[in-house]
């Protein structure tokens, strides 16, 4: 028996690497260990051998039938990897976009306004602050001088957040919770701008949207006056807008801000067309962040990034700034 196992052995091992797919290895499976198989043959003979030689046969048996199944589980690994390679070879899809002489990709043109406001004020020696979009109703009312009843909050479509007591979790209404953090973390001097994303529960149309993009900036220093508030302003209005254009301010209201007004700039057409709010920060505000107003005053102001971008480009609806159609992004 031993010689005919040791060939059986050593024909198996060939009639394995012969088989050239899964297919073919499983019709060498059942001619290597099947019921007409040596191995099987080999094995209903034991039952004629004497104790002794039965344990030497059977052991052998064992190893050889062992043997089989290990190169068979071996060669059955290496037919389904190839096999897995091949169908995803067939089912690849080539996606590389083709650069037909155009350029690929570009910022947008939100992004492309926020970057170019930052880099401005940054350049007027002012630092760029973020904070988070879901609030607490304290940093985004509270601080700012809203009392839980104040008629002003009505100015603002909060939506509120399903999380601690209600009405007490918001998403941002605007980025003024940011220039409280500012003030909580650290002491005056404080020249910083806060651009970011914020949400109102707007309809969407032509110059509203529920989701828009906001900077603001904030000056807490001492002896700052109404008069450095108007010359930055119109310092920023000639930078960004050029020579031919110049601001005004308007009496408004605020409940952050005392006084307050409404930033318009003057197009070279001579028209005007407001920009944004400002004003002095409020005595209750600087108090709420810890700071004597006695000691320290400061300006803060605010507008809509998606505004500066229609106005810069001559955009006339500011739902296109969403729509993501690639035949009006690849103008800017």
């Not at 007409?36 to 059977?58: C, F, I, N």
């Not at 009312?141 to 009405?167: C, I, K, Q, S, W």
């Not at 400002?278 to 102001?301: K, T, Y």
């Amino acid at each position: 028996m031993t010689p005919d196992l040791d060939q059986h052995l050593a024909d198996a091992a060939t009639a394995i690497a012969a088989a050239a797919d899964l297919d073919a290895l499983r019709i060498v499976d059942a001619e290597l260990l099947g019921k007409q198989s040596v191995v099987t043959t080999a094995r209903k003979a034991l039952g004629a051998m004497d104790v002794e030689e039965r344990k030497v046969a059977g052991r052998l048996l064992n190893e050889v039938r062992a043997g089989i199944q290990e190169q068979l589980e071996a060669r059955r690994t290496e037919l389904e990897s190839a096999a897995r390679s091949e169908q995803l070879e067939s089912e690849r899809l080539d996606l590389t976009e083709l650069d037909r002489g155009r350029r690929l990709g570009h910022r947008h043109v939100v992004t492309r306004t926020w970057e170019r406001l930052e880099d401005l004020f940054v350049g007027m020696g002012y630092t760029v602050s973020e904070g988070p979009e879901i609030e607490d109703e304290w940093h985004n009312f509270g601080a700012l001088n809203f009392p839980p009843d104040h008629p002003a909050r009505d100015m603002y479509d909060t939506l509120y957040v399903d999380h601690g007591e209600p009405g007490s979790t918001l998403l941002r209404t605007h980025t003024s919770p940011v220039q409280i953090r500012v003030m909580e973390a650290g002491g005056p001097p404080i020249y910083s701008i806060m651009p970011g994303r914020v949400f109102r529960s707007d309809t969407a149309d032509s110059t509203h949207m529920p989701v828009f993009h906001q900077l603001e900036g904030l000056v807490v220093d001492r002896g700052i006056t109404f008069g450095d508030l108007a010359g930055t302003l119109e310092a920023f209005t000639r930078a960004y807008f050029g020579g031919d254009f110049t601001s005004r301010l308007r009496p408004s209201y605020f409940p952050f801000t005392e006084p307050s007004a409404e930033f318009d700039i003057r197009r070279p057409d001579g028209t005007w067309l407001e920009l944004g709010g400002c004003g002095m920060v409020h005595p209750n505000v600087l108090e709420a962040c810890g700071l004597d107003p006695e000691e320290w005053s400061g300006f803060a102001f605010g507008f809509g990034l998606d505004r500066l971008a229609l106005m810069r480009h001559g955009i006339d609806d500011l739902r296109e700034l969403f729509r993501n159609d690639q035949r009006f992004l690849e103008q800017f």
